[in-house]
């Protein structure tokens, strides 16, 4: 039976978090990832597959009653100089899973993009309309899937939800060289170790607590598909800089955080300010958890699983 949800890049941060929110109330889960995974929701079916291909996807598509693809091998500092690096860790598989639903028209395809490295830093509270403006291949790439997903669903009559989330944190996410701010400080705090800092301090970036944003994920999969792809930002609309989330991080863990400055680098965004009232206005969803109570709850959970 179609019955369960697929969840493509269930081993990643988000996509582990969102296999045990679905499974917690019951729902069946087919769970793909690139590598066998660690800790994942113990009822979700686990595949391990490069999914590079279409046929990776057909059985699996068969038993679905709606895919969410949440995968992503890169960031903006991974792809620096290294397009071919979105081409094969990224867009190949997005286009493979695009390929298979073609035979599964019906299936809704909940897509999340990125809103961080998006849009034009001189945008203020930018929305879904707002001029995009990547300074990233990994951008680049986000945004190059977005118009892929939508050709698929103007040619096949698909339906498919896109979410542009700001710098996602909580728990769950561990270190990782280049994959988040939060992580990568706990974890210098931890070892007493310097961070380094790339600017000086003032870049301004908007964070949403992982929980908040798997709400809004259970949210779409419970709405009615609506044909045509449609794009909603993710973010707690607030943004705050650098420094300031470096001031939060010692107030929280009562720890001093060393840490040099270097040159800001050019694929790195100088501004993310951005709004979400467009899901708020389709699917009642606002940020809940502020700033400091979610690092207190990441750093609750880094401290005592993580060194």
Same mark, same amino acid.
């Given at each position: ?11 990643? @941060?988000? *996509? ?8 917690? !109330? ?6 793909? $990832?690139?590598?066998?995974?660690? #800790? ?31 995968? #992503? ?21 997005? %286009?493979? %899973? ?53 050709? &698929? /669903?103007?040619? @096949? ?6 979410? !542009? ?6 728990? *769950? ?6 994959? *988040? ?5 706990? *974890? ?9 800092? &790339? ?5 301004? !970036? ?10 809004? $994920? ?13 794009? @909603?930002?993710? /973010?707690?609309?607030?943004?705050? #800089? ?12 009562? !720890?001093?955080?060393?840490? #040099? ?21 389709? @699917?009642? &969803? ?14 609750? &959970? ?6």
């Amino acid at each position: 039976m179609a019955d369960h949800i697929l969840i493509i890049g269930a081993g990643g @941060f988000v *996509g582990n978090r969102l296999v045990q929110a679905l499974t917690a !109330r019951g729902q069946a889960v087919l769970a793909l $990832c690139r590598h066998t995974p660690g #800790s994942i929701g113990a009822e979700a079916e686990i595949h391990v597959s490069p999914g590079d291909d279409p046929s990776d996807y057909r059985p699996l598509l068969r038993r679905s009653r709606a895919v969410v693809h949440v995968a #992503s091998a890169s960031t903006p500092g991974s792809s620096a100089a290294r397009p071919m690096l979105e081409l094969d860790e990224n867009l190949r598989p997005t %286009l493979a %899973l695009l390929q298979a639903l073609q035979e599964f028209p019906a299936k809704p395809l909940l897509y999340v993009s990125s809103g961080g490295t998006l849009y034009d830093p001189k945008a203020k509270d930018a929305d879904e309309l707002a001029r995009v403006a990547p300074r990233s291949y990994h951008g680049a790439g986000k945004i190059a899937a977005e118009h892929f997903v939508s050709a &698929w /669903c103007t040619q @096949f009559g698909g339906a498919a939800t896109i979410f !542009r989330p700001s710098n996602l944190y909580g728990p *769950g996410q561990t270190q990782r060289a280049g994959f *988040g701010i939060v992580p990568t400080a706990f *974890g210098k705090l931890l070892r007493g170790e310097t961070l380094q800092v &790339w600017g000086d301090g003032s870049a301004r !970036r908007d964070y949403l607590y992982v929980d908040d944003f798997v709400r809004l $994920c259970l949210a779409a999969l419970d709405a009615a598909p609506i044909a045509g792809a449609h794009v @909603f930002n993710a /973010c707690s609309g607030t943004s705050v #800089s650098l420094d300031d989330l470096f001031a939060m991080i010692e107030r929280v863990t009562g !720890r001093q955080l060393p840490r #040099s400055y270097d040159a800001t680098r050019p694929v790195d965004m100088p501004r993310v300010e951005m709004q979400a009232d467009r899901a708020r206005a389709m @699917f009642g &969803w606002i940020a809940q958890v502020g700033m400091e109570e979610g690092l207190a709850r990441t750093w609750k &959970w880094f401290s005592t699983t993580q060194r």
